[in-house]
């Protein structure tokens, strides 16, 4: 069974991808949160709330968003982000490291924005209150992640253009996508790969 303890093993030794940034990239960053539990370490994803503005409308997603001028940096982005929406101060945590940067497409088109994943770890389960961007909280098990028998497909058709994208299916939730890219990155890493933004999303 994965622990935390593995996990920022791995993080310590990765060295992740990152995207040529010549051009003018607005930038958002992402926390990938995990914690302990009696039956394994968990992942907190967030299932965002419909809204016809937001091309990852309705969409599981790792708590996150644009990084602004009050924000200090990429990771300072993430904590805040995190405590906007879901109500939990990552600042009490611990910064495992980073993912591989993710070049965004939203509905069917490259978006000029990166997204910067960060990994964090709290100690225990905490009392969490999603706003109105938040439809649901969802901690996963990172062992059902690891197993790639759970792992599924998506038919996904946009225009002309249809195809069957890789997804996991969590009860009645379906991560795929970006978040399903940088969750593959750390499913990849524990596997003792090298993981690092394979994943490009079409949406």
Do not use: Q
Not at 9 to 17: C, F, G, K, L, N
Not at 138 to 154: A, I, Q, Y
């Amino acid at each position: 069974m994965p622990s935390v303890d593995h996990l920022a093993e791995m993080m310590r030794s990765h060295t992740p991808r990152l995207l040529d940034r010549t051009e003018k990239l607005k930038v958002a960053a992402v926390a990938a949160v995990v914690r302990p539990s009696a039956d394994g370490v968990k992942v907190l994803f967030i299932h965002r709330a419909e809204d016809p503005r937001d091309p990852w409308s309705g969409h599981m997603a790792f708590p996150g968003g644009r990084v602004e001028a009050r924000d200090a940096d990429s990771i300072a982005a993430a904590i805040r982000e995190t405590r906007e929406e879901v109500a939990l101060d990552l600042s009490e945590g611990s910064l495992l490291g980073r993912l591989s940067d993710v070049a965004a497409v939203g509905r069917g088109r490259p978006l000029s924005l990166v997204v910067e994943p960060y990994v964090f770890a709290i100690k225990e389960h905490p009392d969490l209150e999603p706003n109105h961007e938040v439809a649901e909280i969802v901690w996963v098990p990172l062992e059902f992640l690891l197993d790639r028998s759970n792992r599924s497909t998506l038919a996904w058709k946009h225009g002309e253009v249809s195809v069957n994208l890789p997804c996991y299916r969590y009860n009645d939730h379906v991560i795929w996508g970006l978040t399903f890219g940088m969750v593959d990155e750390l499913v990849t890493l524990l596997e003792g790969g090298t993981g690092g933004g394979r994943w490009m999303d079409p949406r």
